[in-house]
């Protein structure tokens, strides 16, 4: 009777142990969601991207929705809209309201500039889009996908209205700056995880060595310096770590 005792009070500690760690790893992911989705970490990391390829000879011309068209402008277009649109078609003004809003914000985040971007005189000019990420790890069939989530409305507006796209990512655990073609992100949708849960359904998971995201150094060499860049995203993942800590330090 007590060995059984004694076996019970060892199972109970495993299973507070698992929950316990269960509800870490829960506490961190909700962190994790945090940290994406936080305004102030996505303006500072925009701002130290900007300033690594202003540093490697590139002029950054802001193209994001948010530093061109605010909020009470968009709400004058919308309210002409509504107040215009013929009586008969009222009834799709939401919809028109919301292809417009889709492609504002399909806007990359700058347009970088280089006079000599290919050698010979030759000038380098395309978007980029800035995102801060940290990734996530899925078991399939075969080897683990190394993934960060990316929405798929954007994906989508980026290929139809800027394809040349650089995407470049900040990725959190890793603590380096990956980049990718847009091109490269709809090649192989077998790599793709998709999200269920309600708020998340318009993304995706994207494998990081499937859709060939590289050190973003590695695109040009002679252009990009890597401690620099290395520098750069210890830089923005030293901000991330105080954005979740003040965060943590307001939920508690």
């Not at 700058?110 to 380098?124: Q, V």
């Not at 996908?145 to 798929?152: G, M, Q, Y």
């Not at 394809?163 to 992100?185: E, G």
């Amino acid at each position: 009777m007590q060995s059984k005792s004694r076996h019970e009070i060892a199972v109970n500690r495993c299973m507070n142990a698992i929950w316990l760690y269960i509800s870490i790893q829960l506490e961190d992911l909700n962190a994790m969601e945090f940290l994406e989705d936080n305004k102030l970490l996505g303006d500072f990391t925009e701002n130290a991207i900007k300033k690594y390829f202003e540093k490697s000879g590139f002029e950054m011309v802001r193209f994001g929705v948010e530093h061109f068209l605010k909020q009470p402008l968009l709400d004058f277009v919308y309210d002409s809209i509504n107040a215009n649109w013929p009586h008969q078609y009222r009834d799709n003004v939401g919809t028109i309201q919301d292809s417009f809003t889709r492609f504002l914000r399909g806007h990359p985040d700058f347009i970088a500039i280089r006079p000599d971007f290919y050698g010979k005189g030759l000038p380098g000019i395309f978007p980029v889009e800035v995102k801060f990420r940290t990734e996530r790890v899925f078991l399939g069939k075969g080897n683990p996908l190394h993934t960060v989530r990316l929405s798929k409305q954007h994906i989508e507006t980026y290929s139809k209205y800027w394809p040349s796209t650089l995407v470049v990512v900040v990725c959190y655990k890793a603590k380096t700056i990956l980049a990718t073609r847009l091109k490269k992100l709809e090649e192989k949708p077998d790599f793709r995880v998709p999200i269920e849960a309600h708020d998340r359904r318009a993304s995706w998971f994207y494998d990081l060595k499937q859709f060939e995201f590289h050190p973003l150094w590695s695109f040009k060499e002679d252009i990009f310096d890597a401690d620099l860049g290395r520098k750069t995203a210890l830089d923005i993942v030293k901000w991330a770590d105080e954005v979740k800590t003040r965060n943590r330090l307001a939920i508690d």
